[in-house]
């Protein structure tokens, strides 16, 4: 596979802030435009046009093959179908985001599970923490420290969750998991003792830090409880996601849909759940019958 060859210090740089400040690959574009001084711009920006300058020399298929190369989750928001369309210097600079090597050096397990401390910015920033940290790694929570589902604020910064406390242990955090056990951290805070996983060698400045509220995008017709007893309406109805998703890798669910049908004074709803495999098939997940009468 072709690889370009860019400043790998630019590149650990560029995860360096990524990961301080949680901003995945799949989001790097949003960052690219921005102006506001975001350290992550910055080191983007450069890596961009160093890349832009590499791609501008390359062939069609090399291009293609690099495209290819890259992680399902990235390369699904690269359209490189219409390959008229690879030379031209807006498609080229996106690509620039995407195929720098960062996204595919962004997560390294073996530092997340290593047992020294070094390159612990929490731990250089805050010392004092590591008194906090118990003899399971653990830290030990007190009134020092503001708990959020995306993070633990102390002091001027934020205090990154252990990337084991992440679903699929490279997502967002667990908000589910972090949720309830922050609400029974607050309701009984006096009476127990609360510790909770870290990773040290993130640190995000305070006024970085943001509440994240995730959606996904489905078009179809909604739900109208009026309709419940009208004999009439009756057929199938879809709820579909619109592609590509940002859950596609975590949830491949592709769509929902319902058949409404009526005889013999019994109005019946089969409801169907269905899932998305290689090659890409429909694969009914569950199926629900729900029988009223009318």
């Known amino acids: 596979m072709h690889q370009i060859p860019l400043n790998r210090a630019d590149i650990e740089s560029l995860n360096r802030q990524c990961r301080h400040l949680n901003v995945f690959p799949i989001y790097l574009p949003n960052y690219f435009h921005n102006t506001d001084g975001n350290p992550v711009s910055e ?16 062939r069609v298929e090399e291009i293609k093959e690099l495209i290819n190369g890259l992680p399902q989750g990235v390369s699904m928001f690269i359209d490189f179908d219409d390959l008229t369309d690879v030379t031209e210097k807006s498609f080229l600079e ?17 530092e997340i599970i290593r047992k020294n401390n070094i390159g612990a910015k929490a731990f250089e920033y805050y010392p004092e923490l590591q008194i906090k940290i118990d003899k399971k790694g653990l830290l030990s929570l007190d009134d020092d420290f503001e708990l959020h589902d995306g993070g633990i604020i102390y002091k001027d910064h934020v205090l990154h969750y252990h990337q084991f406390l992440r679903r699929g242990f490279t997502s967002n955090p667990n908000f589910d998991f972090l949720g309830r056990f922050i609400n029974y951290y607050r309701e009984t805070n006096g009476g127990n003792t609360f510790r909770i996983a870290i990773d040290p060698l993130r640190l995000m400045p305070k006024e970085y830090f943001q509440h994240i509220a995730e959606f996904d995008a489905w078009f179809g017709p909604d739900f109208d409880r009026r309709k419940l007893e009208d004999i009439n309406e009756v057929g199938l109805t879809v709820k579909k996601r619109i592609k590509p998703s940002i859950f596609d890798l975590t949830n491949n669910l592709d769509r929902t849909e319902l058949y409404w049908s009526y005889r013999d004074s019994i109005k019946t ?10 090659p890409m098939k429909a694969t009914i997940l569950t199926d629900t019958h729900i029988a009223r009468e009318i």
């Open 43 to 58: 080191v983007l920006r450069k890596l961009v046009a160093e890349c832009l300058e590499y791609l501008s020399c390359m």
């Open 94 to 110: 996106r690509l620039s985001i995407y195929v720098n090597e960062s996204t595919k050096s962004y997560l390294s397990f073996k």
């Open 269 to 278: 709803l089969l409801r169907r759940y269905l899932i998305l495999t290689l």
